[in-house]
């Protein structure tokens, strides 16, 4: 029945040529820090916490949009960098934005570019006014700055655009930081002035500012001076480990305007995620669960498995028993080896379904710990599944 529902909302002559409501943003409660909450845009409402698959390219790699849908994903996130490059943005607009040439029904997101541009190194030069870069592709030469940035998400038709920053590197001295932080607050002006309101769509701030209390507050400040319809994380999860990423989060949310989404970006592991819900985190996003399908590493309530271990070779449990997605209902951890061995496709296709399937199970999991104020308690339990391990069914 699910498969069926899905295939008629994915249908060609189902797609919402109509904006469903307003953007807005209403918590339904909370448990300590964590928050229950749905967004509202024009193309569906968002249930929160949430994690948003990356298609970079617009694609999902190894999915079908429907197949996406089905793991219970109501937004996906797609990257300004990649689709300048290829096919570029004023073809996509003649598709008529990314969800319809891709065929997604449901809201997107679309980073900046700022952090693939950062990636670049010395391909790429940063002056007040934006980034000159060469493509990782054919080495051609290209420019970004905020209005620029903000005109292509427009055009790939972004449910939710982000401001255009810098993504500070780390490690960086306080005045590196410093400087970083106030040219991407600049920046997000200049984004929000270019940005074209439109109903049910929204634009999203980015906090910078690395691991530094005084400048992540400072940060805020601005942005919340410029008023955006939610407001991001940036500059974690690059390097300085989750210790120091969960008290960067400690100082920074509780800062954050209450009424508007927090979106931490590129954003983690599951531990990562359970914590950053527990500081008042809403939205995330990260390429983990996919990029690991592809290599064989799969999730599980107790930790990661490698399928590619000679051990799962006759094993005729499912990846993971309590998961109810294709690749634990239908075949065996022994099938999935063999696939990988076999360097078939369908190995990497159904891994990645799992993981997917895993990671909205783990928000849907959070969402009702917090309606039912047990938060906590599921924190716990969490820690002690992840502690044990794979082994064999107790």
């Known amino acids: 029945m699910k498969t069926r529902q899905t295939d008629r909302l994915f249908a060609k002559s189902a797609f919402p040529t109509e904006p469903e409501s307003e953007f807005g943003f209403t918590v339904k409660t909370t448990d300590g820090m964590a928050r229950r909450g749905e967004v509202q845009t ?67 997101l679309t980073d900046s570019g700022g952090f693939q541009v ?22 051609s030469a290209h420019r970004l700055t905020p209005e620029i940035s903000t005109d292509i998400q427009h055009k790939l038709d972004a449910t939710i655009t982000m401001a255009f920053d810098e993504c500070t590197p780390f490690p960086a001295t306080e005045a590196v930081a410093a400087d970083s932080m106030r040219l991407s607050m600049r920046w997000a002006k200049r984004s929000r002035e270019a940005f074209v309101q439109r109903k049910g769509y929204g634009q999203f701030g980015i906090v910078q500012g690395s691991v530094y209390r005084d400048l992540r507050t400072e940060s805020v400040e601005k942005l919340n001076e410029i008023d955006f319809e939610g407001y991001a994380i940036g500059g974690l999860a690059v390097g300085e480990g989750q210790e120091a990423m969960f008290d960067t ?21 599951p531990s990562d995620l359970v914590g950053a819900v ?37 094993d005729s449990r499912p990846i993971d028993e309590a998961c109810g997605c294709p690749a634990c209902t239908h075949y065996s951890r022994g099938y999935l080896h063999h696939l990988f061995k076999a360097d078939e496709v369908q190995g990497l296709m159904l891994l990645t379904w799992h993981n997917l399937h895993y990671y909205q199970d783990l928000m849907a999991a959070m969402r009702e710990a917090i309606e039912e104020g ?16 794979d082994i064999e069914p107790l």
């Open 118 to 139: 950062m990636s670049l190194g010395p391909l790429r030069k940063i002056d007040e006014e934006g980034v000159t870069f060469k493509s990782h592709l054919d080495g």
């Open 249 to 269: 989060l400690d100082f920074t949310t509780p800062l954050m305007k209450a009424d508007k989404p927090r979106y931490l970006m590129g954003v983690g592991k």
């Open 374 to 389: 047990r938060f906590a308690a599921f924190q716990t339990d969490f820690a002690k599944w992840q502690a044990m391990g």
């Open 42 to 108: 024009a193309w569906g409402t968002i249930q929160t916490p949430v994690f948003m698959p990356v298609g970079t390219a617009a694609t999902v790699k190894g999915m079908m949009p429907q197949s996406v849908a089905e793991t219970g994903a109501e937004i996906i996130l797609s990257n300004t960098y990649h689709l300048m490059l290829r096919p570029g943005p004023d073809r996509v607009a003649k598709l008529g934005g990314v969800r319809k040439m891709m065929g997604w029904h449901k809201p997107l």
């Open 278 to 314: 527990a500081r008042g985190v809403d939205m995330f996003d990260c390429v983990m669960p996919t990029r690991s399908g592809r290599t064989g590493q799969g999730f599980t309530r107790r930790g990661t498995i490698n399928i590619k271990n000679a051990r799962h070779a006759e």
